[in-house]
């Protein structure tokens, strides 16, 4: 029996000269020998802290070369990779690891004193992964032997956990397979011609399916190889494109390249594929972005629960607004929200998915599980879509009133409870508007007690060590009373219609 991920992750790795990271700035280059030999090493150094087949890793660093030889560290040593938003609280890992009962966390070494106390008192042991080769899990797969045995790993066993969640209760564990990452990056890999002479530059967090699971695991099947950069800067980006064939990001990364000087065709002239995902790309910067560069970006659509569901086609008419088409493999439907039944084409209806790409469910949430499945199997997404008469999907809203910020999710009842706990607050709701440059802006709707001094400023100043920066607002407003219908729900949707405009002004 083989390890079905990581045997299907490295198939190109054959010829241990060819390139992985391209030395650039201050990042030494990486070859596929040496990614075989160190991920080797720190499975050893798991094996050696106890880890053993089905035990959660949590891993809290800052993007490094390590950090994703720790992720293929773990599917070859038969663990299961959970790893965590670099932005999170103690108090919101403290969940996470109470929740996975991770046998090891990772941590980095300048948060180790605050976050070694927290991960030992849940029963969790605690070693620490730099950015310069630093740290005692460094140290430790310094060590150890550059060969592995790897551990069989089936198709059905769990290679990862990713939190997610809605917009009520805590976050969900979404369990996926090794087939669930393996067959969505063979897909993509055919879907956008990825190849070996590719190479993608990246700039995205490896904590989130986009950055970790759909770039870094494209590129290594397509033996090709990456820029890794630890965040997106338009001016390093762009000198880039030099000798970069591709680019994934976010809508983000596309409004800031748009609006700089330096984007031209001239720029772009040797990039031949520019995907954004992870939220919705407006039509204007999709507009814009070709009219300066006669690239069209290619926009898909995925989940952390599914990985990627549909892609504008890499042939043929990428058109502005729309997700393009179910993958192959992937079956796509509108359905009624309520019954489930299929809606007919051009009907605003749930996006509902199924296929080899789906996850296995939420970690130890059996009913919550059950819930969010049709008896025949399709995953009921909460995204609210319709396909239109070209067969193009068309994301039109959330069943769900989940903001995306910059690309990273953000859930509007835990914002909302941290607001509703400040002194001078009676209640809050929180919604996305429209912003130019992240996509959507948390946005704070509360109401004060009377005579209450309440203001913005405390409500963000009490905020700054209870939730990651990216789920602070960017503006808090306060209003006599929230609009609610007959049920007493408050109508999140006339507030956006509201304050639509705020950050245009």
Known sequence: MSNH????????????????????????????????????????????????????????????????????????????????????????????????????????????????????????????????????????????????????????????????????????????????????????????????GDVLIHALPIFHTHGLFVATNVVLMAGAALYFLPKFDADEVLALMKTATCLMGVPTFYVRLAGHPGLSRAATAGMRLFISGSAPLLAETHRAFEAKTGHAILERYGMTETNMNTSNPYDGERRPGTVGFPLPGVGLRIADPESGAPLPAGTIGMIEVKGPNVFQGYWRMPEKTAAEFRADGFFITGDLGLIDERGYVQIVGRGKDLVISGGLNVYPKEVEGEIDRLPGIVESAVIGLPHPDLGEGVTAVAVREKGAATDEAAVLAALEDRLAKFKQPKAVLFVEDLPRNTMGKVQKNLLRDRYRDLYAR
């Open 5 to 196: 991920l990581f045997d299907r992750l490295t198939a190109r790795a054959g010829d241990r000269g060819r390139p992985f990271v391209l030395g650039h700035g201050g990042t030494a280059p990486v070859t596929y020998g040496d990614l075989l030999d160190r991920s080797a090493r720190f499975a050893h150094a798991l094996a050696g802290l106890g880890v053993v087949p089905g035990d959660r890793v949590a891993v809290q660093v800052e993007k490094s070369i390590d950090a994703l030889f720790l992720y293929l560290a773990c599917v070859r040593a038969g663990a299961v990779f959970l790893p965590l938003n670099t932005g999170y609280t103690a108090s919101e890992l403290a969940y996470f690891i109470g929740d996975a009962e991770p046998r090891l966390v990772v941590v980095d070494p300048g948060k180790d004193a605050a976050l070694r106390p927290l991960a030992e008192g849940l029963g969790a042991r605690c070693e620490t992964l730099g950015t310069k080769g630093d740290g005692s899990l460094a140290a430790l797969a310094a060590g150890a032997p550059a060969t592995f045995t790897d551990v069989p790993r089936g198709a059905d066993d769990l290679a990862a956990i990713l939190y997610t969640s809605g917009t009520t209760g805590r976050s969900k564990g979404a369990m996926l397979s090794h087939a669930n990452l393996a067959s969505n990056a063979e897909t993509l890999v055919d879907y956008w011609r990825f190849g070996d």
